[in-house]
């Protein structure tokens, strides 16, 4: 029997749900940050592998078939559908839930094992039509490739690299250092530098509500500005938020610091700057037969 689109997407479908039932969860903490990166790294070059080499496998030829586009479009559309529908809760709030959407993983959607399913069959399938249009002679293949390979890159950091997202909140005080912060779950977490802080104001209107509040703060010994929606970057990927402060002094004596360490924002907006990039070679190139080559390709 030959193998089809359909066929191999019903299949991963039918595994994934059998996955889901069976073990929970994906075990998302695995693409952590550095192996987020290694896995992007490995995925490329497997798709390039697969198309340069494997090119007459049957699994490489369903996967380049319009159906196989449309499958994985319409698989990614209705998982952000459930995304957005259900209340996405914690792994141990999720893990409480009773009941057949509890059992298919709806209210942790996006570590399921059938969101991660569809999301592989879809950046599979955006990897392998994007090598092979480039692989392609013509003028229009590098905006092609741009906007395709972009958008490869900026959902895979947006999605995979969320495993390795986290928020975390600490107390700053006047009168001593302090590097306990907490995660959203509530879990303490020792910072590898203290805060302290150092100077504190707020702007007030003229009903003396207050309308903006700033504060210095000793970063290990290192002094920092802070203000409502200015953050601080203290490295790649790590941002310091101004987030509360003591309101029932006269002069506060702590303010709250909402730390967010996101190792893949920058590669997800290089991938956005890709698509961009795409977007502004196709108006320069005016209308045309060129789009439908392009629209051809896929």
Known sequence: MKLTANILYISMLILSVAAQCLFGNFP??????????????????????????CSTNPIIRAMLTPSATWWAIGWFI??????????QLTPSEAA???????????????????????????????????????????????????NHAGLWIALFAGFVGSASEQTLRVQVFRAEPNNEAYTAQGKLQYLDKPLQLADFRTEYYDN???????????????????????????RWGEDYYLASYDTMSPEPRYCVVQIVREPMKYIMLAGIIMMLSGGFL????????????DAAAT
């Open 78 to 87: 209705a998982g952000s559908l459930v995304i957005g529908l259900f209340p």
């Open 96 to 146: 409480a839930r009773e009941g057949v959407f509890a059992a298919l993983g709806c209210y942790d959607f996006m570590t399921s094992w059938i969101f991660v399913a569809g999301l592989f069959m879809l950046l599979t399938n955006l990897g392998l039509i994007t090598v092979r249009r480039g692989f392609k002679a013509g003028k229009n293949r590098w905006r092609f490739t741009l």
């Open 282 to 293: 196709l108006f320069l190139s005016g209308p045309g037969k060129s789009r439908y080559a």
């Open 28 to 53: 998302a903490e695995f693409f952590a940050f550095p192996m987020d990166i290694i896995t992007a790294l490995l995925w490329i070059a497997l798709i390039w592998y697969g198309y340069r080499e």
């Open 208 to 234: 003396g509500v207050p309308r903006n509040f700033f504060a210095e703060i000793l970063l290990d010994g290192k002094p920092v500005h802070l203000e409502v929606n200015a953050p601080y970057s203290e």
